[in-house]
């Protein structure tokens, strides 16, 4: 299960598990994958999202960490700092980035030639378009909004054997 904290109304441009304390709060709820925010806006404690990776790694040295981000160059910092999964989870969320009415298939693949990759959808249709050009993962959801609706459709996709 991948955990996120949200905490809307901090003081952080991005607000998925913004601090160790949702991490911790995930942890102890038994969520077997932590996601983090891992774009390069400006952090509400002053600290980089190179400084939060590498505290979560040291105060929990078993922690699978899967960063949202919302470019390439995001991702590809991502990797260096040790996370396990990137996600394009903010592709489009962010100021920086556009809006797209699907997944953002151009910014998986790059990051794919290079990494494993696991992606989101926001749609309802079943797995369309993921799993070409190195794309070998898929992660199923809708940004954390709507929980209940969106993982019931998963679970029927995924039964179905969709």
Same mark, same amino acid.
Request: hydrophobic letters at 25%; charged letters at 30%.
């Given at each position: 299960?991948?955990?996120?904290?949200?905490?809307?109304? %901090?003081? /952080? $441009?991005?607000? @998925?598990?913004?601090?160790?304390?949702? +991490? &911790?709060?995930?942890?102890?709820?038994? =969520?077997?994958?932590?996601?983090?925010?891992?774009?390069?806006?400006?952090?509400?404690?002053?600290?980089?999202?190179?400084?939060?990776?590498?505290?979560?790694?040291?105060?929990?040295?078993?922690?699978?960490?899967?960063?949202?981000? %919302?470019? /390439? $160059?995001?991702? @590809?910092?991502?990797?260096?700092?040790? +996370? &396990?999964?990137?996600?394009?989870?903010? =592709?489009?969320?962010?100021?920086?980035?556009?809006?797209?009415?699907?997944?953002?298939?151009?910014?998986?693949?790059?990051?794919?030639?290079?990494?494993?990759?696991?992606?989101?959808?926001?749609?309802?249709?079943?797995?369309?378009? %993921?799993?070409?050009?190195?794309?070998?993962?898929?992660?199923?959801?809708?940004?954390?909004?709507?929980?209940?609706?969106? =993982?019931?459709?998963?679970?029927?996709?995924?039964?179905?054997?969709?």
């Amino acid at each position: 299960m991948i955990g996120a904290g949200e905490d809307p109304v %901090s003081r /952080y $441009e991005g607000y @998925i598990t913004p601090t160790m304390k949702e +991490v &911790d709060d995930l942890v102890a709820a038994g =969520s077997d994958v932590v996601a983090l925010d891992c774009t390069l806006r400006k952090r509400g404690d002053g600290s980089t999202v190179n400084e939060f990776i590498a505290q979560n790694q040291r105060e929990i040295p078993d922690i699978i960490l899967m960063a949202d981000i %919302s470019n /390439y $160059e995001e991702g @590809i910092n991502a990797w260096k700092c040790g +996370v &396990d999964i990137v996600g394009t989870t903010m =592709s489009g969320y962010t100021d920086y980035t556009s809006k797209k009415d699907e997944p953002d298939y151009e910014l998986m693949e790059r990051l794919a030639k290079r990494y494993r990759y696991s992606g989101y959808r926001r749609r309802q249709d079943p797995l369309s378009g %993921s799993g070409r050009k190195g794309i070998t993962d898929r992660c199923m959801g809708n940004r954390g909004r709507r929980s209940n609706h969106t =993982s019931a459709g998963n679970r029927t996709e995924i039964s179905e054997g969709n």
